[in-house]
């Protein structure tokens, strides 16, 4: 009887030794914690009645680090958007050098102009369909969709591609001053919209894809907008349906579908060519202002960042104010904790070997 008694006793000293020796790892797991981090494994239970001020600020710290993580994405848009302005500024630019030499030229220069000025077109297609992981970002609000038609796909809304369009303003002929002064002003309100008889050749119709310029009420559309801070907000205003990307694309469709060179009579030569470098310019000029304001913004959102980045630092100072551990003492702690645990896997082991036959 005394040797069940004995078994016994030696059970439930081994299961209280496991206890402890979970309760040590326990310990040990939040002492090394505090090592690690420099804060308390259980703030909470340490703090009492100042876990709320903890509370609160921890809060900020997750507000203020997920303005700055979005603002971090939203800088690279801007940057991405501001790199394909200057993209399309540039192709722009150089077909507006390539015009001046084309009408002092014959044959091959005047062609190679329209063969420029098409390649530009595309550029400035591919380009304005800057995106990322959140959709388009010359789209406005509709950025699931690529902003700008393909010049020589047929639009699924009207059937009829851009390059269709334009060649049907330019092929009744520009043989007077007359005719082109029609086709200029056909293909002025085709991109500004104003072509009531058929407003299915409408730039906002069958060439842009994007947020149009105004709501079904005749009211200026939202552009695409983000946070940036609790207070701030920012737009981002270069749309492909800007005036600056339509008098672009104007100036450069009328240069690639027609051969300046191609049109006999000096005075009407002279017109149509003067239109498009005026459209170009004007394209170039409002594109220059568009990359410019995006820069700025891009300044903007630095600053706020830099702000927050102070913020950040001062909020972890009062974090840890509140939850920090003292490293040295933890380490002491640490220590003493793996000596006990060392021991107490020593004695559990020995009493696991034990048996009813130890004390026969």
Known sequence: MTEISRTVSTALQSLRQRETTSRLAAQISDTSYEVTTGLKAKPYDALGHK???????????????????????LDRRFLAVETSLGAIRDAGQDVLEQSFLAQSSAGQTSAQLSQAARAAIDTLIERSGVSD???????????????????????????????????????????????????????????????????ARNFETSFYNGTPALDGGGLLNP???????ETETIAQTAQANNPAIRDLMRGLAMLSAVDVNQITDPVAREAWASEARNAITSGLSGLTELETNTGLKRTRLADTVAAQESRAGFLNGERLLLEGADQYDAATRLTQLQTQLESSYAVTARLSNLSFLNFM
């Open 51 to 73: 876990s709320a001020d903890a509370i609160a600020i921890r809060m900020q710290i997750t507000r203020n680090d997920g303005f700055l993580a979005s603002n971090a994405l």
């Open 133 to 199: 992981s959140s959709g388009y970002l010359m789209s406005g609000t509709s950025s699931d969709t690529k902003p700008l038609q393909g010049w020589d796909m047929p639009h699924p809304n009207t059937g009829l591609s851009p390059s269709e369009i334009v060649d049907d303003v330019v092929n009744g002929g520009l043989n007077t001053p007359a005719d082109v002064q029609v086709a200029i002003d056909a293909l002025s309100d085709i991109f500004s919209d104003q072509n009531a008889g058929d407003p």
């Open 223 to 229: 552009p695409l907008t983000a946070r940036i801070s």
